[in-house]
């Protein structure tokens, strides 16, 4: 029953225009490459994604090598990647550092956040508020084609002189100004990012705002595109200090400015010959500016999809749907006043860290009435656990993991100890892996039949959640007990201390986590492409759902729907008392 | 400005911006002017950023139509305002309090 | 281009009362108040840190040119002026008439760059360039991006004193709309030199 919108007139050039009808054929690169259509765009952005999320963790699979085995050659890779990276197989600090640097910047500015927001977002969006596209198609396919570049310029960074950014993805001077090319290339790469990403956060504003469809009031939205709003604003405001700062380091590192160059400062014995008078601490504030809110960009999307999925697979309401929006939006006006609790350790007086201990506290009481609205959404349900509610049920208790580890963060007492040690990283890891790209993972599994018009198989899809679930634990969980010894973060070899020793055990149960994560991925990709052609074909509501998205055909056509969408109620009517079904779409007229 | 304002509505307009235009110049030439005094720097500062922003409120209301503009508009400026205020305050108020209470600080 | 209808691209939407252009660009200089915001901020916490400013003694109006900065202030003020006019040209029916004050608009922007140009080289000529201290790195960065944003308003406007206002023959509303978002972002830049110039000149 998957209708597709083209009619195949005579070509270009010729035939009708405008009206979404009866409009020419365009030719294989209009439609595919520079596509102006939010579906096309949505899946570019989200294969890429997924491309370098699994590059990013490919990067960090090597780490791994190195923190359970300090000193060893690798076998197989070790000679492949060359004798500076890895000088008779073992592995150079320096080659640690732009694996730690470019894990992260890779993961959250070329993973995460485009199959979050440019992916799930750019697909689903206009389809769940009813609209034919986005508000400015070719501003979007303008975002996708500068973001491209942007990651193509950061990954060649590896094959500079040097090699590529070092100095951690939070860039901080002096190293950074003083570091290898490959970070002028980070910078370069990160301003093109951002721009990409605020075009694409404008879009979003407008097409949520001015288009949606007849009976779509904001209280009929999709929890989901509540949760993308909210995270278009955190990215049209939170970015552009970071692109200030970006370009002040571009100018620090290439005109010799001194913006964050104290005077005074010596480099290998030797005095810098700069005019100093500048403050790293500079950095620090415009960079966290926009990645405190960044990290809510990380989760809002997911938590979205996790709303989708739990009220579907319950076929029951969300919980507290008006509290959620309520959370949401406090959480992303909270996220603005919270980020110096990052900077705890910088010598910063009691007021301000009393200031922004206060609002980091503040801010947890949102996320944890999200969680449990989520929680109490499960309760009493008819729950039907396909592999999108495998990943969306197990990304409560990991979220929950993750955002209590955050609280001794947060307190500036107990953070004089844990910070920048694993325990930092085992929390914030814990919120983004088994958290956001559980949730992900939930939305590619969810979503997959409305893109494609097949369904994923759902025996690969299961062995791929329970091995990634137990795997990711193992992962994670030790690292706050390495962190609470006290072992610190980007350290090359932590068996240089006493305190690394005691927990180096440790260190070898993490590694081989993530290198059965990495395995457990298999089933994913070949589930993801065999399904293409294999899958079980579906009609346009497989899911039996309930939002608008599910009223287009599977995949859609352009222009979305075959009759313009009017919603009738609320986006989670299900099992409502004395319907004939356990469902009442928004999109049909009688329930 | 509604989008469908008829052109005798826009020309009777047209006298309100010449008349912000001379405004806009006159406040440059004071500003200009008040530089000379040589102020006390407090002073001297609260000045420029008072006439500046008068300029700059005189530009937004009148040449962007700010004075008649939606309240979508209002919410999202004003919401850019709030954060634009913590942008500029608490790095500097962060980093000019030094008693860390730390030993040696 | 794009074959599908999208709605209130020219119409207001019923509710907000705007069209999507105006909610887009409105946005759009939402986020520049935070890059220049950041820009702003910096200027602040690097000159309350430093002894001096300028940092090799005098006064700023003293290491900058004053007239100069005064006449490229009025230029930008005279250049916002004419672009409103060329607005309300469009509103008004007359195309010729918008040409002429969006030629004066762009013309005008051109007058504010040959006069940067000026300013720049003399303080090159004296080899003082931003590496020098943290004052010239500041104004030429901040002048700089600024000036990064005029290059940017000169190329918008030019492109509908040209190519872009053939759509003034089929639909002039939607053309209207486009040369009103275009005067929002070049107030904007107007705006931002308000502060800009008395911050850096004359404090």
Known sequence: ?591 | MAETTEHEDVSKHMGKYYVVFVALLCLTAVTVGVSYLHLKRPLAITVALIIASVKAGLVAAVFMHLISERKVIYAVLILTALFFIVLLALPNLTTFEHHSGMPGT | MSETAIPYMVKPHPVTGIPNGKLGIWLFLASEVMLFGALFSSYVLIRTGMPHWPPEGGLSSEVLNVPLGTFNTAVLITSSITMVLAWASCKMGSLPKFRSWMGATVFLALVFLVVKYFEYSDKFHHEHFPSHDNFYAVYFVLTGLHGLHIVGGIIVNTYLLTAGSKMWQTDPEHFTNRVENAGLYWHFVDLVWIFLFPSLYLL
């Open chain 1, 1 to 591: 029953m998957s209708v597709q919108q083209h009619t195949a007139t005579t070509g270009n050039g010729h035939g009708h225009a405008h009206d979404g009808h009866g409009h020419h054929e365009l030719p294989f690169w209009r439609k595919y490459i520079f596509s102006a259509d939010h579906k096309v765009i949505g899946i570019q952005y989200g294969v890429t994604a997924l491309v370098f999320l699994f590059f990013g963790f490919t990067l960090m699979m090597l780490m791994r090598w190195q923190l359970a085995y300090p000193g060893q050659p690798l076998p197989v890779f070790g000679k492949l990647l060359g004798e500076t990276a890895m000088p008779g197989g073992v592995m150079a600090p320096e080659f640690y550092n732009q694996l730690g640097a470019m894990h992260g910047t890779i993961m959250v500015f070329l993973g995460v956040v485009p199959l979050a927001v440019g992916g799930f977002g750019n697909f689903v969006v206009p389809l769940q508020i009813g609209a034919p596209d986005m508000a400015f198609p070719r501003l979007n396919m303008a975002s996708y084609w500068v973001f491209l570049p942007g990651c193509v310029l950061m990954v060649a960074s590896f094959f500079l002189e040097g090699g590529a950014a070092q100095s951690g993805w939070t860039s901080y001077p002096p190293l950074s100004d003083i570091a290898p090319p490959g970070q002028t290339a980070w910078l370069f790469a990160m301003v093109l990012i951002i721009t990409s990403s605020l075009l694409g956060s404008i879009n979003f504003i407008v097409t949520i705002v001015q288009l949606r469809a007849k009976g779509l009031s904001f209280w009929r939205l999709p929890f989901f595109v509540h949760a993308q709003l909210v995270t278009a604003f955190l990215l049209l405001l939170a970015f552009p200090p970071l692109e200030a700062a970006s370009v002040l380091q571009i100018m620090d590192r290439l005109a010799h400015t001194s913006f964050f160059l104290p005077s005074g400062l010596v480099v290998s014995g030797e005095p810098l010959k700069i005019a100093g008078g500048g403050n790293p601490l500079l950095w620090q504030h415009l960079f966290w500016f926009l990645a405190h809110p960044e990290v809510y960009v990380l989760i809002l999307p997911a938590m979205g999809i996790v709303a989708e999925v739990i009220a579907n697979n319950t076929r029951k309401p969300l919980w507290g749907y008006r509290l959620l929006v309520y959370s949401v939006v406090f959480l992303g006006f909270m996220s603005f006043i919270v980020w110096a609790h990052h900077m705890f350790m910088t010598g910063m007086g009691t007021t301000m860290s009393t200031f922004f201990q206060i609002t980091t506290m503040i801010i947890s009481i949102p996320s944890v009435i999200i969680l449990t609205c989520f929680i109490m959404s499960l309760y009493g349900g008819n729950i039907r656990f396909t592999t999108p509610m495998l990943f969306a049920t197990a990304f409560l208790p990991m979220f929950a993991i993750g955002g209590l580890t955050g609280l001794p963060l947060g307190l500036t007492a107990s953070d004089i100890y844990l910070h920048d040690t694993f325990y930092v990283i085992g929390h914030f890891h814990y919120v983004v892996a088994p958290g956001t790209i559980f949730g992900l993972f939930a939305g590619v599994y969810y979503w997959y039949p409305k893109a494609t018009g097949r369904k994923l198989n759902e025996t690969l899809g299961k062995l791929h959640f329970w091995v990634s679930f137990v795997a990711i634990n193992f992962i994670f969980m030790p690292m706050f007990f390495q962190g609470m010894a006290g072992l610190s973060r980007r350290l090359y070899d932590p068996t240089i201390y006493a305190h690394g020793r005691g927990v180096q055990a440790l260190n070898v149960v993490i590694s081989w986590g993530a290198w059965t994560l990495a395995l457990a991925q298999i089933p994913f990709i070949i589930n993801f492409f065999m399904s293409l052609k294999r899958g079980a074909r579906v009609a346009e509501n497989p899911w039996n759902a309930t939002t608008l998205e599910w009223a287009a055909p599977s995949p859609p056509g352009h222009g979305n729907f075959l009759t313009e969408p009017v919603v009738y109620r609320e986006p989670y009517e299900y099992s409502v008392p004395g319907q004939p079904n356990d469902y009442s779409p928004q999109f049909r007229a009688e329930a």
